[in-house]
């Protein structure tokens, strides 16, 4: 290459590598490192699931298999490929496939008596109509209805489940309901009868037509507006015939 006469050259001269440099060009890596352990926030861990956890999960994640396929045609191996695990620990927690059974039928019952309303404000008019918008909006469901359905289907076979079901699911929602009539008796609002035959004449007449109108294959029964009116009408009846005047 020619190099053109004109062309200034500049050469920077490097400083010389002293043993003092080269020591502090080697130290530069490592304290880059620790700089950056101590701004990095340490990452979240997630906690052990428990033991209560786990066996909570596994009744939820079953649920869904007994409706789907009918208590019969469910095998342990299906269970154990849903929730994963091991039979042993289906045996050790439950007792086998009836006792897992038996463990959704307590949880899906006490869904439908945590969320009956008894503590609404208001007059009596207000609060009846709150228990009965808030008991209908959880057995009109279709995961409770279908539920339903398995229960009714199989309750010859078993009767010591049936009897489990009826014991936590209607009686358990019965006995809340008598137990806020009751409360309002002490308080001179309602008339002393039998409380807990009041709540079963209540809770009777708000879900009869609709929910074996859904069993019998109409679920058209089950409709927003019919649904109010039927809370409507049964609050109106009940205070009727109860309500002190």
Not at 89 to 96: M, Q
Not at 128 to 143: D, N, Y
Not at 170 to 185: D, F, G, R
Request: with cysteine.
């Amino acid at each position: 290459m020619t190099l053109r006469k004109d062309a200034i050259v500049i050469f920077v001269r490097a400083p010389a590598l002293t043993p003092e440099l080269v020591n502090l060009m080697s130290l530069q890596p490592t304290k880059l490192r620790a700089a950056s352990q101590r701004t990095r926030k340490p990452s979240g861990t997630a906690k052990p699931e428990t033991a209560e956890q786990r066996r909570n999960r596994i009744i939820r994640a079953t649920a869904p298999l007994f409706l789907k396929k009918g208590y019969d045609n469910v095998t342990i191996d299906d269970i154990i490929g849903v929730v994963g695990g091991s039979k042993a620990t289906i045996y050790a927690w439950f007792g086998g496939k009836e006792g897992l059974f038996d463990a959704v039928v307590r949880q899906k019952c006490e869904a439908v008596t945590l969320n009956i309303d008894i503590d609404a404000e208001g007059s009596l008019e207000q609060q009846l109509t709150a228990i009965g918008h808030s008991f209908l909006a959880t057995v009109l469901s279709p995961p409770i209805l279908e539920f339903h359905r398995l229960m009714v289907s199989i309750g010859h076979t078993f009767p010591e489940t049936s009897r489990l079901f009826f014991k936590t699911g209607p009686m358990s929602a019965y006995q809340l309901v008598a137990s806020w009539i009751e409360k309002n008796q002490k308080e001179g609002r309602l008339d002393q009868e039998d409380p807990y035959r009041l709540a079963v004449l209540f809770l009777d007449m708000l879900i009869g037509e609709h929910q074996l109108g859904w069993l019998t294959g109409m679920p058209r029964a089950i409709r927003r507006d019919k649904i109010d009116e039927t809370v409507r009408i049964a609050v109106k009846v009940f205070l009727g015939g109860c309500a002190k005047r």
